[in-house]
Structure formats: C-alpha cells, structure tokens
C-alpha cells in the first residue's frame, strides 16, 4: 500500500511567518452548511416516497441505504485507489478534492429531474447514489482539511465548529424541504414525486456555482507527491480501526433516528402529527446538533476556562429565546429541559473529546429508552432531544481515530467514510424492525449502536496507543 506524505509545515493554521488560515477554513464552512442541508433531505423524502410509491418502511429506507451505501462504496474505491497508486487526495490537493465532489454531486441532484417525470423509485434512488459518491469525495477532502487547518489539540474543536454550520444546515432543511415538498410543489393533478424536481435541480446548480468558486478562490491546497511509503498505512492502528466502527454505529444511529422521527410523531400515542407538521419538529433534532456542536467548538478549544463555560452558558440560552420566539413558550419549555442537561454533560465532560463520547452515549441511550417505552410529550421530547447528545460524536470520533497519524490522514479519513455505511445499513434495518415490531420497538437499533460509541469512548480511542490518562 502506498501513503504520501504532505509537508510537515502546512500541518498548522498558522505558519512561523505568521499567515494565518482563518479565512480558508471560514470558507470551508459555507460548504459544511450546504451538505448539511441537503442530506437531511432525505428524512423529507422518505414518507413522500412512502406515500408516493406506496411503499412499506424497509423500502422507504432504501433512500438511506442507495445514499449512505455511495459513501461506503465510494470510500472503498479510494481506499483501493491509494493502495495500488498512492494517497489521491496528497496528488491533486485537498481543493481539487472538494471540486470533484461538488461536480458529482451536481450531477446526481440534476437527475432528480427525469426520475420525476418517469416517476421511478429505483431512478431516485440511483440519483441519490450518485449524489452520494459526491459527498463521500466532499466528506474524504474536507475533514482531514479542517484537521491540518490548525494545531492538532484543537482539531475536534474547529471539526465541531464546521459541523456546527452543518447542522444549521440541518436545521433549517427539514422546515424549508418540508412546506416545499409537502406543500408548495405538491399538486392533486400531478404524481406525489413531481415536488422533488425544481428543488433538486436548485440543488444541482448551487453544487455547481460552488465548484466554479471552489475553483477560483484562493485555498492552500496542500499537495506532495514527493515522499511515498508501503505497508498497511492506517489499518496498521488499532484505534483507527475500531473508530471505523464508532462512525459506522454513530452514524447509522443518528441517520436512523432522524429517518423514524417524521412517522413515529405520527403514532396516535404521540399525538399523531401530520407530516408537515412532524417535518418542522423534525428541525429540534438536527438543530439539537447546532447548538451542540457550537457548545463543543468552544469547550475543546484554547480559550480560557471562564471564558469556555461563559461562551458554553450562552449557547442554549440564545437557542431557549429563539425557540421561544419562534415556536413558542410550550415547546421552549419543553426542549428547555433537555438544554440544561446537555449543559451539565458538557460541564461533566471537562472538554475531553473521549469523556464527552461516554456520558452523551450514556444519555442517548436514556433517551431513547424513554422513546421505546413511553408516550405522548415526554417520548416525543426524548426522541427529538437525542440531536442534542449526537451533536459532538462525528467530531471527537473522527479526531480521535486520526490522531498522530500524520501524513496517514486523508487515508485514514476514507476509511473513516466509508464506515459511514452505517447510515446505509442501520436505518433499512430499523426499518425492517418498524414493519414486523412497530417504530418504538425499532429503536433497539440506535441504542445497540450509541451502546458500541460508549465503549470507543471508553477503550477503543486508546487501543494500541500508550496515552496520558
């Protein structure tokens, strides 16, 4: 297997001369947000094509399996390109990466189209395909990117900040893909799939207008095709390896979460919510990761203790006011409770990346408990408040496993990636549960999965590794 190793002085934001990296990694967050809010879309998509298609929740799920199976599969051939030939990414650039992701993922937004007109369900799903094999490339190139965009200590810190503009992404997404595919493109005359056609092909021109800016701007672009080394390159560390299986559970449980919630609000028991009205609560799940990401981008970063926990009081009071303004006092007070106990995790996770994966594993699993066994605005409130407690997992997970693994990283990020077919693989399965069990039942797969990040927390990290304790 072949590995590149990048110069060791573009591995900090600032280099001895004093330029600094702020304005690239500042960029990069615009295009954390756009990919944040087009995958949520997916939770929108599946009870449309449920609906649509007349499908049952297993085949409704394939929605995750065709765009969570891309990452897997495109992250393998990766994998498979960097051991015949050398780290791709380190050949053309961390820049070059994003393009290329950009430009596929416009292409199988723009297909959207005719699937829409043929009204095919296997079309939309080879179209998501494609769309994902964009992202996995998007995924691949701009995490490590924001990793090596600063000092290695605070790389969970600036990844939980680019995820924070993501889940902003995810936040808004369900509300504006909600009333534009439930109500405003929805028409009696015309077949339930036609009110995917004009957002997604939005879609496919703001990828493309952001290649073309990609392309023109100004970014370090990080390339060597100097120094090539052999052997097993990342599969040689114990801790990347099993932090292959913490992504693969993270995300398979929080994509399965969030791909339930729109039809399990619509249980009698919870008060049985119309879509549209689901999809706009569906917002308190991946806002819940906003507001936890921003929360842990100052808690794991260099600031001053006083000034973490002042910024980390901040945060959910801002997101109580807002909610309060915007959906009113009952839901602020609602969703108020469940913000105070992610400020007392954050406060007892005393900014380690590893602590904080234990006890917010250990919450979710609460959570869902109460989700499984329990009704009305207290099991509604459990399942929307687990986005909370997801919010700092992708971050502190992918950090952990890359850690010291210098020019092995963005080959370690593939193999990160593609463990992101446990967002393919879990939700199906939840599904597949939902029909023969009922939804609450389902969510034993989230808990089995929130139960392997607890152990990663716990053990995995540190695998093969002597470390301070």
């Known amino acids: ?14 280099d001895p001369d004093g330029q600094s990296y702020r304005g690239p990694f500042a960029v990069m967050t615009l295009l954390f947000f756009m990919w944040g809010f087009m995958t949520v879309w997916n939770d929108v998509l599946i009870p449309r094509f449920k609906e649509a298609f007349t499908l049952t ?63 095919s369900y296997p079309f939309f799903l080879v179209a998501l395909f494609i769309v994902g094999l964009g992202f996995a490339m998007l995924q691949i190139a701009a995490n490590p990117y924001v990793t090596i965009l600063g000092p290695e200590r605070t790389a969970s810190s600036r990844l939980n900040l680019s995820q924070a503009f993501n889940s902003f992404g995810t936040t808004i997404g369900p509300i504006i893909g909600g009333w534009l595919i439930f109500t405003f493109f929805t028409s009696k ?14 879609f496919a021109a703001v990828f493309l207008g952001l290649a073309v ?11 060597n095709t100097e120094k090539i080394t052999h052997g097993l390159g990342a599969l040689r560390h114990p801790h990347t390896v099993l932090g ?3 992504i693969f559970m993270y995300v398979g449980g929080e994509v399965a979460v969030g791909s339930a919630i729109i039809n399990y609000l619509g249980l009698p028991k919870l008060g049985g919510l119309a879509p549209k009205v689901a999809s706009d609560y569906l917002a308190f799940y991946w806002g819940g990761l906003m507001i936890g990401r921003f929360m842990g981008a100052f808690a794991l970063s260099d600031l001053k203790k006083s000034t973490k926990h002042i910024l980390g009081a901040v945060v959910p009071l801002v997101a109580f ?46 959570l ?6 329990g009704a009305g ?15 700092v997992m992708w971050s502190n997970i992918f950090s952990l496993a890359i850690e010291g693994l210098g020019p092995l990283k963005s080959q370690a990020s593939s193999l990160l990636v593609m463990a992101i077919l446990g967002g393919a693989i879990l939700p199906p399965l939840q599904g597949l549960l939902a029909d023969h069990f009922g939804i609450q039942a389902s969510f034993i797969v989230p808990l089995i999965a929130f139960a392997y990040t607890a152990f990663y927390g716990a053990y995995g990290y540190r695998a093969g590794r002597s470390l301070p304790q």
């Open 1 to 14: 297997m072949a590995t590149i190793a990048p110069p060791a002085r573009k591995e900090s934001t600032q």
């Open 368 to 373: 869902l408990l109460a989700s499984m066994f």
């Open 213 to 223: 800016f990609f392309r023109f701007m100004h970014l370090p672009n990080f390339t």
């Open 57 to 119: 929740y297993f085949q409704a799920m394939l929605v995750q399996l065709a765009f969570f199976g891309a990452y897997g599969i495109g992250a393998l051939i990766y994998f498979v390109i960097s051991m015949v030939s050398g780290d791709p990414i380190n050949r053309i650039g961390y820049k070059n990466g994003v393009i290329i992701g950009l430009l596929i993922a416009a292409g199988g937004s723009a297909l959207f189209y005719p699937a829409a007109v043929l009204a």
């Open 244 to 246: 292959m299986g913490a």
């Open 321 to 366: 006011v807002t909610i309060w303004l915007v959906s009113g006092q009952a839901n602020a007070l609602s969703y108020g409770v469940a913000l105070a106990g992610l400020v007392v995790a954050f406060y007892l996770g005393e900014a380690s990346p590893q602590r904080m994966l234990v006890l917010f594993s250990l919450v979710i699993i609460g």
């Open 377 to 391: 605005e207290t099991a509604k409130w459990s399942i929307l408040a687990v986005g909370l407690f997801c919010s």
């Open 189 to 202: 005359e015309s077949h339930g799939a036609d009110s995917v056609k004009i957002p997604y092909l939005c």
